[in-house]
């Protein structure tokens, strides 16, 4: 009966092909599915292969597998960007030791340098050149990947405000601080890489287990699948392995 359901809804829903490709461009006339129909289809297949049991185990393995995806992404996103706003205060410090005025220095090395550097040196430059607080100004900007970076920048212009002291000088031990703390990041994810490794194959044997066993003849598939305590079991499994994975990245992923 369920999967008479699901399936009633996937044709309720399911798009008319010829009025999406009518209303579209000619050039884009493709037709996108909707996630949620790939969600749903991929749903009714796993609960009718392996139960419920089997639905939640991969309901939980896939929200952990996104979790640990989109952290690795953002951990990635935020290494690129401290590197590419070390990459522009290069730049800024050339530029100020050829006797540029700091506005002009930060603006032309935000020309070259990727987002979301590139908004902090611009938001310098404008704060510079209209005679602003530089440092609440770099402060109040919004810049999720670059959160430490910022705070660094800023404490380095309000020192050079402040005190005299010459500001290629301050910018230039924030950038040598900058590219320490991203060769430290490397050195430890390069160092992970085992560990990481170790967990992954942990993680898989369960899987490796099963398969043996139906080669073996020993038939767990049937067991977990069309027994109350097989569902029990398999769900509770699916938890014990996405709780081990996700403590395993955790422990062994880099912040910078």
């Known amino acids: 009966m369920v999967s008479l359901l699901l399936v009633a809804v996937a044709l309720l829903v399911w798009p008319h092909v010829r009025s999406i490709r009518r209303l579209r461009p000619a050039n884009k006339r493709e037709v996108v599915v909707p996630h949620y129909i790939w969600l749903a ?91 602003g607080d530089v440092e609440r100004t770099l402060r109040n900007l919004e810049q999720p990947l670059l959160g430490t970076a910022v705070e660094q920048l800023a404490r380095a212009w309000r020192v050079s405000a402040r005190h005299g002291v010459a500001l290629a000088d301050v910018l230039d031990a924030t950038r040598r601080d900058l590219d320490q703390r991203a060769a430290f990041a490397r050195q430890v994810h390069a160092r992970m890489a085992g560990p990481r490794a170790s967990a992954a194959v942990l993680a898989v044997l369960p899987v490796i287990g099963v398969v043996l066993g139906e080669l073996s003849g020993a038939g767990p598939f049937h067991v977990l699948t069309a027994s109350p305590a097989g569902q029990v079991l398999l769900a509770t499994g699916a938890v014990f392995v996405a709780a081990g994975v996700w403590w395993t990245q955790r422990i062994t992923e880099v912040r910078t």
């Open 41 to 131: 289809v991929a749903a009714a297949a796993i609960y009718l292969l392996t139960g419920v049991g089997g639905l939640v185990a991969a309901a939980v393995l896939t929200v952990t597998a996104r979790r640990i995806i989109k952290q690795h992404r953002q951990n990635k996103q935020r290494r690129e960007a401290a590197e590419a706003l070390s990459s522009g205060l290069g730049g800024v410090i050339d530029e100020l030791r050829a006797g540029a005025h700091p506005a002009h220095a930060a603006e032309g090395a935000a020309e070259d340098t990727p987002a979301p550097a590139r908004e902090v040196l611009r938001a310098a430059a404008v704060a510079e050149k209209l005679g």
